[in-house]
């Protein structure tokens, strides 16, 4: 009797095998038949977590001085569109880069935050949600000034 049942429960599982889709392999064969890596595109940024024993900010914000300069530098204000202003709260703390989830935008965007209070800004990437109020990352809040127990009134724009 027992034998029968592994044996029923692996056919089961085989017959499944059938319906599985198959996907293109992601990195391509070559004419010689290997196979090789893709680059990257420039722009991606590695998103590095935080550590599981993570408790301060300096902690949870991972990212790199030069990610900092680059978040922080100037944008062609005349390329922008003004979105408009949302309160915001401090988001997911492990949730690596800069980021603003945001009822302003209905797709994912490049954008920027102005924070009136220390007339800092940074560039986000902009993540549409619908319920309620705006998220911000840890590393945007910190570069903005933005006190992390605070709700915040920003400046969000599109592009540039």
Request: proline content about 10%.
């Amino acid at each position: 009797m027992r034998k029968t049942v592994g044996i029923v429960g692996l056919c089961g599982v085989l017959a499944g095998c059938g319906q599985l889709a198959l996907t293109p392999s992601p990195n391509p064969a070559t004419s010689d038949g290997q196979t090789r890596p893709q680059a990257r595109p420039e722009s991606a940024q590695i998103q590095r977590r935080p550590p599981a024993t993570a408790r301060t900010e300096e902690q949870f914000d991972t990212t790199t001085v030069a990610e900092r300069a680059a978040a922080s530098a100037p944008v062609v204000a005349s390329a922008e569109q003004d979105l408009g202003v949302t309160i915001v709260s401090l988001g997911n703390p492990a949730q690596p880069g800069f980021w603003l989830e945001t009822p302003l935008v209905s797709a994912p965007a490049k954008g920027r935050v102005l924070y009136p209070a220390t007339g800092e800004s940074v560039q986000v990437d902009l993540i549409p949600i619908s319920d309620g109020g705006s998220r911000m990352s840890l590393p945007a809040m910190r570069l903005l000034e933005v006190p992390l127990t605070d709700l915040a009134e920003v400046q969000v724009f599109s592009g540039g």
